[in-house]
């Protein structure tokens, strides 16, 4: 019910989400304009008051972020994928922050879930 949300269910079956009561099947295929459609959708999410203060920082806040995102533990190979991910955003830190964010929301992992 959280705002934050509101365009991840507004784009609900668009992103392949099902409702057999209508007649819509899940549709897990990935296309390029489904993943700008996730991104979009994922945005706000990122934006958000919520989630800033919940994870201020990414690199003291990744281990907590994955164990709740990907619903696992923290892994080294998860360190080392933020840190290419930080050093391939050359922008100011807030643009770092959304970026960081967005790629950690869009994970083939996360996705598939």
Known sequence: TDAMFAELLRQRFELGDHDYGRGVSPDLRWSAKRMASWVS???????SAAIKVRFPDWSASLNEFIVLAHGRPFELADREALEATQAAIAADAQARYLGTCISLLSSAELVAQ
């Open 41 to 47: 959708a994922i945005r706000p999410v990122c934006e």
